[in-house]
Nanobody
Framework: QVQLVESGGGLVQVGGSLRLSCAASGLTFSRYAMGWFRQAPGKEREFVAAISLTGGSTYDADSVKGRFTISRDNAKNTVYLQMNSLKPEDTAVYYC????????????????WGQGTQVTVSS
């Protein structure tokens, strides 16, 4: 019954912004670290950003540093990914994932996954 539901994807122009949301249910949200991953056609799923239980620690991939910001609102059981200065190479399906207690960068360490939301950045 655990569900992670992403939303907010779409088509944007180069340099534009988008905010993804992931609403969690069926788990005690504040006991899970959360992560965002993405997968482009023909490529492996890659780490984008992660956040600790209370939001005190965040991590992001080199490719998105300075452009993307992960945050969470435990009262709303929601994690966000604010994406600014979007580039064509950001085009991918974006997934949120939940991991018990300790944050990690590897997708193999996450327990639950959402279905993904498509982000397309036009050149």
């Amino acid at each position: 019954q655990v569900q992670l539901v992403e939303s907010g994807g779409g088509l944007v122009q180069v340099g534009g912004s988008l905010r993804l949301s992931c609403a969690a249910s069926g788990l005690t949200f504040s006991r899970y670290a959360m992560g965002w991953f993405r997968q482009a056609p023909g490529k492996e799923r890659e780490f984008v950003a992660a956040i600790s239980l209370t939001g005190g620690s965040t991590y992001d991939a080199d490719s998105v540093k300075g452009r993307f910001t992960i945050s969470r609102d435990n009262a709303k059981n929601t994690v966000y990914l604010q994406m600014n200065s979007l580039k064509p190479e950001d085009t991918a399906v974006y997934y949120c994932a939940a991991k018990r207690v300790i944050v990690a960068r590897s997708p193999r360490e996450y327990d639950y996954w959402g279905q993904g939301t498509q982000v397309t950045v036009s050149s």
